[in-house]
């Protein structure tokens, strides 16, 4: 709800920083970019800590960096502030927490995994939901600085219950490096890693550009206000992709899941060309949000279950969070490159979107492949 779920709402705050300092959205998204990048960079540190046994002191630090960002930007009146609490307060916080948190939660479960993975990460999309609400309601009313303060304190009081609540079941243990470099010899691990990167590319544009698209490129177009009812409906849906997507990896395994829904957010991202219209503006957003809900939910599930039983599951987990964190760090700002490049058209950025989602897709595919020949050896 307060790592993914505050970036989730970020097409609210890119579309109002875009009016407010008059910025490109190639220069705004950046605030976002670097939200994303270290919440998968930190967490190829975190990630090691948490195998170390200091799941607690870092949780806890990531808790207080997150809710001191979100706090101070709201005495913030130029962009470059916002990219310092917003994009490396914020995005400290987020990778000090969630690899962590995905680490802990893995370890008590193993029928169920994708199913409490998917349960865990509808938080994200309930906290894009209820941020989203709240920046629609009070930034008109009460302005900028108090809707930050109402939101700090939110994280605040949520974030101190995740701190007594979570505890690691497993105990420390002595790791000689912050790389596992047995996790290269698994080819699975290796075509997963550079399929994260890939999907991690193209994930956040709808997220990010979807508010300032329909107020720019739709006709008629529609107001900030109306621009965020998109978003909260793209956060609504998207807990539908991330259960449902966690239920059938269940069912169907993870890997089988994940490439078809792949494949599926790669064909949302091209219709999003035929998209002009206020009605179709609403299709394609529920479409997208169910679609990247699911990528969202089975991405942790997928290298949970890469990583199970092996020796240093979060450091293996941090690996692939670094590199996802150089992909989501560059994704958005060179879609804001191509939008201004094509003086506001979106074609390049669709067609982005679109192809990275392919190219993740086809190494998915050979990393299930290789699972499958992997699991038959094992029983020969």
Same mark, same amino acid.
């Given at each position: 709800? +307060?790592?993914?779920?505050?970036? +989730?709402?970020?097409? #609210?705050?890119?579309? /109002?920083?875009?009016?407010?300092?008059?910025?490109?959205?190639?220069?705004?998204?950046?605030?976002?970019?670097?939200?994303?990048?270290?919440?998968?960079?930190?967490? %190829?540190?975190?990630?090691?800590?948490?195998?170390?046994?200091?799941? !607690?002191?870092?949780?806890?630090?990531?808790?207080?960096?997150?809710?001191?960002?979100?706090?101070?930007?709201?005495?913030?009146? &130029?962009?470059?502030?916002?990219?310092?609490?917003?994009?490396?307060?914020?995005?400290?916080?987020?990778?000090?927490?969630?690899?962590?948190?995905?680490?802990?939660?893995?370890?008590?479960?193993?029928?169920? !995994?994708?199913?409490?993975?998917?349960?865990?990460?509808?938080?994200?999309?309930?906290?894009?939901?209820?941020?989203?609400?709240?920046?629609?309601?009070?930034?008109?009313?009460?302005?900028?600085?108090?809707?930050?303060?109402?939101?700090?304190?939110?994280?605040?009081?949520?974030?101190?219950?995740?701190?007594?609540?979570?505890?690691?079941?497993?105990?420390?243990?002595?790791?000689?490096?912050?790389?596992?470099?047995?996790?290269?010899?698994?080819?699975?691990? +290796?075509? /997963? %890693?550079?399929?994260?990167?890939?999907?991690?590319?193209?994930?956040?544009?709808?997220?990010?550009?979807?508010?300032?698209?329909? !107020?720019?490129?739709?006709?008629?177009?529609?107001? /900030?206000?109306?621009?965020?009812?998109?978003?909260?409906?793209?956060?609504?849906?998207?807990?539908?992709?991330?259960?449902?997507?966690?239920?059938? %990896?269940?069912?169907?395994?993870?890997?089988?899941?994940?490439?078809?829904?792949?494949?599926?957010?790669?064909?949302?991202?091209?219709?999003?060309?035929?998209?002009?219209?206020?009605?179709?503006?609403?299709?394609?957003?529920?479409?997208?949000?169910?679609?990247?809900?699911?990528?969202?939910?089975?991405?942790?599930?997928?290298?949970?279950?890469?990583? #199970?039983?092996? &020796?240093?599951?979060?450091?293996?987990?941090?690996?692939?969070?670094?590199?996802?964190?150089?992909?989501?760090?560059?994704?958005?700002?060179?879609?804001?490159?191509?939008?201004?490049?094509?003086?506001?058209? /979106?074609?390049?950025?669709?067609?982005?979107?679109?192809?990275?989602?392919?190219?993740?897709?086809?190494?998915?595919? %050979?990393?299930?492949? #290789?699972?499958?020949?992997?699991?038959?050896?094992?029983?020969?």
């Amino acid at each position: 709800m +307060n790592t993914s779920g505050f970036t +989730n709402c970020f097409g #609210a705050l890119q579309s /109002y920083f875009i009016g407010e300092f008059g910025e490109p959205s190639s220069a705004v998204s950046w605030i976002g970019s670097m939200q994303i990048f270290l919440y998968f960079f930190i967490g %190829a540190f975190s990630g090691r800590l948490t195998d170390a046994g200091y799941f !607690r002191v870092t949780f806890f630090t990531g808790s207080l960096a997150h809710v001191v960002g979100i706090f101070t930007a709201s005495f913030g009146s &130029e962009l470059w502030i916002m990219f310092v609490t917003l994009g490396l307060g914020v995005g400290l916080g987020n990778g000090l927490m969630s690899c962590p948190m995905l680490a802990v939660m893995s370890q008590y479960f193993t029928k169920r !995994r994708g199913m409490a993975v998917g349960i865990t990460m509808c938080g994200s999309c309930t906290g894009g939901l209820i941020y989203s609400s709240i920046l629609r309601q009070l930034i008109s009313s009460l302005g900028f600085p108090w809707t930050m303060r109402v939101i700090a304190l939110i994280q605040f009081v949520t974030l101190a219950f995740a701190n007594i609540c979570l505890r690691p079941r497993t105990s420390a243990k002595s790791i000689s490096g912050w790389v596992d470099w047995t996790a290269f010899r698994d080819v699975r691990f +290796n075509h /997963y %890693a550079i399929a994260t990167f890939m999907s991690l590319l193209g994930l956040y544009i709808s997220i990010f550009f979807i508010v300032d698209f329909s !107020r720019t490129s739709i006709s008629p177009s529609l107001s /900030y206000r109306n621009g965020l009812s998109l978003l909260m409906i793209f956060n609504g849906v998207n807990a539908i992709g991330r259960f449902g997507s966690g239920l059938a %990896a269940d069912k169907f395994g993870v890997l089988g899941v994940f490439v078809p829904v792949l494949v599926a957010t790669s064909l949302t991202l091209f219709t999003w060309i035929s998209v002009r219209t206020v009605p179709s503006m609403y299709v394609w957003t529920v479409f997208c949000g169910i679609f990247c809900g699911g990528i969202q939910s089975l991405f942790p599930a997928g290298l949970g279950y890469l990583t #199970a039983g092996t &020796e240093q599951p979060g450091t293996r987990m941090g690996m692939v969070f670094g590199l996802g964190s150089i992909a989501s760090l560059i994704g958005s700002p060179i879609v804001g490159a191509l939008v201004g490049a094509m003086d506001g058209n /979106y074609l390049g950025a669709q067609v982005f979107g679109g192809a990275t989602m392919a190219l993740s897709a086809l190494f998915l595919e %050979a990393t299930r492949r #290789a699972d499958k020949r992997m699991v038959r050896c094992s029983k020969d």
